[in-house]
C-alpha cells in the first residue's frame, strides 16, 4: 500500500522499480516547483503497479493528506471509458461499431437530415460527425441536459464537414452513446460503468455522479490559485455531471490503476485484446487541432480513436488523453506494445500537468534497452 510521503515496495528492486522511482522524484520535485497543492501519481507496467503515491494536502490549509484511495474528477479521461464501455457490448454483440444512431434514436436529427441518418456510433465516438467545435458545450455548462440538447438545437445545428473525415472535437455529441446503450440494454450509463468495469475491476471508489462525490469522505475539491504558491479551495461543481461520458467520473488513483491495467490488455475477462484494438484503432488526424505536446511531438503525430488520442512518439504508439474540469487536472497515456502506463490526477490546474506525460516517456525511452535484457 502507498501512503502520502511513503511508498512501500512489494518486493525486491529492479530496474523497472529504479525508473518508476526516479520519474516519481522528477515528478515529486516539480510538484514542489510548481507549488502544485495535490496529485496522485500511478505507474504500472504489464500487470504490477510499479508506483502509487498521493502527494500533497486533500484541502490547502488543512491536514489531512491526499492517499491513493482520495477521489478526484478526471474530466475528459471519462471519454475513454465511453470508448471502451460500447466496446464491451460490440464484445457481446449487443452493439455494432456500423450501427446507425437512429436505430437506437429514430428522432436526432441535424439540419442536414441526410449525414444525421448517415451518422453511425463510431463518428460519435471519434469526434467525426461533422459537427462544429464544441458543438453546444456552452449549453452542458449552463446545466441542460443531453436529450434537451439533442431535441431542440440539434436540429438547427450546421455541419462543418463530412461524417467519418471531419474532426472537431465534441461533449454533447459523444454522449448520445449513454442513450444508444440504454436503448439496447434498459440500463443507465452509471448501471454499465458499474457492472462493466468498476467493479469487475475493483475500481470501488469511481461513480459517474455529483452526489457521489459530495458524499465521499476522502475526496479533494479543485484549488484555485489566489498568489505565487497561495491555493484556495473550491467549491466542486456539478457541471458536467449531465454529460458523464464526456466528462463526469470521479476516481481515484488506485482506481486508475486498475484501469490501467485492464487498457493493457491483461484483464481479458472485462475487454478483450480485439476489443482494445478497435477502440484504440485510430479514425482520424487531428493536425488542425491545437498541437498536444507541441514541445514533444510534430503536428502530424496525432490522431484520435474512439474516446482516445493515439500520438506516434518516434514510432511509439501512445494512447494517451488529458482532462480538464471544474479546476482539475488529469492525464492518462499507456504503450501498449511495452506494456507501460502512467496516470496523475491533480486537484488544481497545474503546468506539471503538460509536461508530466512527455518527461515519462523520454525517460522509458532512456531505460527501455536496459529494462528489455532485464
Known sequence: MAENGKATPKRPLTRLDTFARDYARYFEANLQLTNTPGAALVIVKDTQVLFMKGYGLRVAGKSDSIDENTVFRIGSLSKGFAGV??????????????????????????????????????????????????????????????????????PIAPVSGKEGTFYAYQNVAMCIMEEVMFQRTGKTYAQLLSERIFNPLGMRHSSCDFHSIQNEPNKTPPHVQTGWGSWHPDKISSSYYNAAAAGGINASIHDMGQWLICLLGYRQDVAWTTTLDQVFKPVVKTDKERRIFPRWLPRDAAAYAMGWRVLDDQGDTIIYHGGYVNGYKSEIALNRKDGIGICVLFNAATPLSNNCVPEFFQQWKKVQSLVKRH
Open 85 to 154: 464501455l460500447p466496446g464491451l457490448l460490440v464484445q457481446d454483440s449487443q452493439l455494432h461499431w456500423n450501427d446507425r444512431v437512429k436505430d437506437y434514436c429514430p428522432d436526432f436529427t441535424l439540419r442536414d437530415p441526410k449525414q444525421a441518418s448517415r451518422l453511425e456510433l463510431w463518428h460519435l465516438l471519434s469526434h467525426t460527425t461533422g459537427l462544429p467545435y464544441h458543438a453546444f458545450t456552452n449549453l452542458i455548462e449552463q446545466d441542460y441536459s443531453v436529450q434537451r440538447i439533442v431535441k431542440e438545437y440539434f
